[in-house]
Structures are given as structure tokens and as C-alpha cells.
């Protein structure tokens, strides 16, 4: 009987302990990497955007226009006019998700994908990182990052979204 029940209770340990976790991942890591080395390749380092980010907590609408310019700071002009009124500067990147550059952008997105990772895997949420990519330039137009648990109606979660529009290479050193 002893027999018995220690086999019963080593394979209880053993199944356990072996759990697949429910959580699930979506992102195209090879398309996200194809497009982040074609940014890198086109050597774009003048241009103007603009951008407008939102979460689950706000939504920004209107949002910044962004002009890079090589070996200079960006330069971010806010369009939001309540924003631009009433909002301290250094908050201004809730507009553009703290990520001025287009090389930014992609290491922000680098980035909750290496978070949603150990959030799948540790925690068991469901992640869905869904990126459009411009066909031209390959800069990110749209992306959008939702996570939750499974059944849970985002408790622990939520989502965050960021549009780039009116993408424009300028001429260098102007």
C-alpha cells in the first residue's frame, strides 16, 4: 500500500511540476526583424512624422509632430492644444510613447516583446503585439499591444496602441 500511494504521490509531483502554462504570444518576430534591419539599411536619418499614442487608461488623439535631424535632438511639437496648455513638457511623451525616433520606436516594441514574454510564460497571459509596416520606408505605421488573462476580461492587463502618419524623408542638413 505504501508502494502505492508514494507512486500516486510521485506521479501528482511529477505532473504538476510539469504544467504546460496557458498563456499564449502573438507577434511575427521574422516579419518585426526583416522590417527593423530594412529601417536600418534604408539609413533614413532626416525626417518628419507625426504620431499619436493611446492605452487603456487614456487616449491621446492628436497627438506630436516629430521632426529627426542626424546627430541633433529631435525636435517635438505638440499638436493637442489642450495638451499644449495645460500639460508640463517633460509629460509630453505620453503623446508619442517616449519614443521620438523611428529607431525607437522599434526598440520600444523590442521591448514589450521581451516584457510579453515573461508574462506568458510566468504568468500566464495572453499577448497579442500586432505591427502594420510601411511598404516604403519600413517604419512601423501602426502598433498595437494588448494583454490580459485568459478568461479574465484584461484584469491584469490592457492594451496600448501607437500611430505614425505623415511619414516624410527631408533632405539632409537642412
Known amino acids: 500500500m505504501k508502494k502505492i500511494v508514494s507512486a500516486v504521490l510521485l506521479s501528482w509531483i511529477v505532473l504538476t511540476s510539469c504544467e504546460q502554462n496557458t498563456g499564449t504570444l502573438s507577434f511575427d518576430k521574422a516579419a518585426f526583424d526583416r522590417e527593423r534591419a530594412a529601417w536600418e539599411a534604408s539609413a533614413i536619418t532626416d525626417y518628419q512624422f507625426t504620431t499619436s499614442y493611446g492605452n487603456s487608461a487614456i487616449f491621446s488623439g492628436k497627438g506630436v509632430q516629430i521632426t529627426v535631424r542626424e546627430n541633433s535632438e529631435p525636435v517635438i511639437e505638440m499638436l493637442n492644444e489642450w495638451a499644449l496648455e495645460n500639460m508640463p513638457k517633460e509629460y509630453w511623451g505620453l503623446y508619442y510613447w517616449d519614443a ?23 504568468e500566464g497571459y495572453a499577448v497579442l503585439i500586432d505591427v502594420t509596416y510601411n511598404t516604403q520606408y519600413h517604419y512601423p505605421e501602426y502598433v498595437y499591444y494588448s494583454e490580459g488573462l485568459p478568461g479574465k476580461n484584461q484584469d491584469g492587463g490592457g492594451w496600448h496602441s501607437l500611430r505614425i502618419k505623415d511619414f516624410t524623408p527631408l533632405p539632409p542638413g537642412e
Not at 100 to 122: P, R
Open 100 to 122: 521620438a525616433t523611428i529607431s525607437a520606436v522599434y526598440t520600444k516594441i523590442a521591448q514589450s516583446y521581451t516584457s510579453a514574454q515573461y508574462k506568458v510564460k510566468n
